[in-house]
């Protein structure tokens, strides 16, 4: 597979190496990104701020979006599970 980098369930293909390379996060400990509960801990807003000075922030937003990511900050964005809550009938 030249050219291509595998990634955890998606292919990231050359543009998409060239984008990240400016990106603010990198050098960063990944966890600061997993949004595991409810509320965002410090180290998520940490994350925040980061997102909030990197120069491809829109891009890594969009890409969120495409890869309908959940439980983390991307973008300077917190995805949340989207999936409707159904309520069990008593």
């Known amino acids: 597979m030249t050219g291509f980098v ?33 509320h965002m801990t410090p180290e998520n807003q940490v994350a925040q701020q980061i997102c909030d000075r990197c120069p491809v922030r829109a891009w890594c937003y969009a890409d969120a979006l495409w890869h309908h990511d959940q439980g983390v900050i991307r973008g300077g964005r917190r995805f949340h599970d989207l999936r409707p809550h159904h309520k069990v009938a008593s």
């Open 6 to 38: 595998a990634r955890k369930h998606t292919v990231v293909t050359p543009l998409e190496v060239e984008q990240r390379h400016g990106m603010a996060c990198v050098g960063y400990p990944p966890e600061l990104w997993e949004v595991t509960g409810k």
